[in-house]
């Protein structure tokens, strides 16, 4: 094995659960900016200029994107995304 390939397993091994995140963050921008675009084309939505018609599409884009970007993460990390490593408290 090639001494970069050595180094590159040995920085990824370290750093794994950060590149998951990465990927996974890249990916999910990429569909959110997807979305935005095909709902911005839809058919139905064919009437330009007006305010209310865009801000109805970004609602919906939004719910779209967090939707799958909640699923997509909890892949990533089924333990919890936003788990802290603090102390629990008694119950």
Known sequence: MPR???AAADVLGRHEEKARFLVV?????AFSLAVL????RAPSLTIRGSALQKEAIFFLDRLIAVTHNFFTLEGVDPAGV????GAERPE
Do not use: D, I, P, Y
Not at 25 to 29: A, I, L, R, T, Y
Not at 82 to 85: A, C, H, I, K, P
């Open 4 to 6: 970069w390939r050595a």
């Open 25 to 29: 963050g890249s990916w999910n921008v």
């Open 37 to 40: 675009w095909l709902l911005e």
């Open 82 to 85: 936003f788990e802290t490593g």
